[in-house]
């Protein structure tokens, strides 16, 4: 009897009885091989277009709230019992969330992010229990602030205090004049007066009477002229029964009123020492201001002051010449 060698890897049914091409062998296995390389390839080539986008803030994901902090410079006077707020909680809560925040790559944890812009929409979606939408992008310091100060001078959403207070608070934490100027698309000028109100007005009575929306760049400055000489009439006004519990804009008519009243005007007012005694009574008129140092309490102070008044009003021309511009 005949014998007839079969390769396993021909087919049975072949009509062949040659000895198979080797570059024929292992065809299957090689088609297999491929397809799974050709699979990873694709897989890699996904992930680096997906981590493209992300870089570039061109992809919308969902994230945890909990892994989100908020920007490094605090723009704004956080308000979440509002209207505003809660219309926002609601329409969140109604029809989703429209519009994505900003976030970045946490630059000390990799887990966590850092918002540019977007805090209110993040707290709704925290005080809901739901994720927040957001799109992750790859920034400097520089470049999240300039992006934080662009979204709210875009959105109308800051108040004039509260532009003023960003402008402060980006200053304190090292950023140059240019930076500033960028972040809140202002000029020199502008960017002058915003810090000199912030400067000029504590920063616990800014907090105390809140963004007031209404109250506009005017009153502001005209509110922190007014309040020179005025800290016990400022401590009056805080203290009073429901003064905190007012809208901000009542909040900050209750002192505008109180510090322009015609009754404060010529009033005495008094700066303490540090033990708290009234070291310097300061009485303020319509055309002037008068001095009375207590010599009894602060021996030769009154000499020191006169020896240093040329230098005193110089450093206040430098400050007058820089809030002109």
Do not use: C
Not at 85 to 91: G, Q, T
Not at 100 to 114: A, M
Not at 149 to 170: H, P, Q, V, W, Y
Not at 302 to 313: F, P, R, S, T, V
Request: aromatic content about 4%; hydrophobic content about 40%; cysteine-free.
């Amino acid at each position: 009897m005949m014998s007839r060698k079969i390769d396993l890897l021909t087919p049975l049914n072949s009509e062949s009885e040659e000895t198979p091409n080797p570059e024929r062998t292992g065809t299957g296995a090689v088609r297999l091989f491929g397809r799974s390389l050709d699979k990873l390839a694709r897989e890699v080539a996904d992930a680096d277009e997906l981590r493209s986008q992300l870089a570039g803030g061109t992809q919308v994901i969902e994230l945890e709230t909990a892994i989100i902090e908020r920007a490094p410079v605090a723009d704004r006077l956080t308000q979440t019992e509002d209207d505003a707020f809660r219309a926002l909680v609601k329409s969140i809560q109604d029809h989703g969330q429209q519009v994505p925040i900003l976030v970045r790559p946490h630059p000390k944890n990799p887990e966590r992010y850092q918002v540019a812009y977007g805090h209110r929409r993040l707290a709704a979606a925290t005080e809901l229990g739901r994720k927040v939408r957001a799109v992750i992008r790859t920034m400097t310091d520089t470049e999240l602030v300039i992006a934080q100060g662009k979204e709210n001078t875009e959105r109308r959403d800051l108040s004039f205090i509260e532009r003023a207070l960003f402008a402060r608070n980006l200053e304190d934490a090292g950023f140059d004049r240019g930076t500033v100027i960028a972040a809140l698309s202002v000029d020199k000028a502008e960017a002058t007066r915003l810090l000199g109100v912030a400067r000029s007005i504590p920063g616990e009575l800014i907090h105390a009477i809140g963004p007031a929306p209404k109250a506009g760049r005017p009153r502001w400055m005209e509110l922190s002229e007014l309040l020179k000489g005025r800290g016990a009439i400022v401590k009056r006004v805080l203290a009073e029964p429901g003064f905190l519990q007012a809208d901000t804009d009542d909040r900050f008519s209750k002192l505008f009123a109180a510090l322009s009243s015609p009754n404060t005007k010529g009033k005495v007012s008094a700066w303490l020492d540090p033990q708290g005694r009234p070291v310097v009574k300061i009485e303020r008129g319509a055309t002037k201001t008068q001095l009375t140092v207590d010599e009894k309490l602060a021996p030769q102070f009154g000499a020191y002051l006169e020896d240093n008044l040329n230098e005193l009003y110089s450093a206040f021309s430098r400050r007058q010449s820089e809030e002109r511009g």
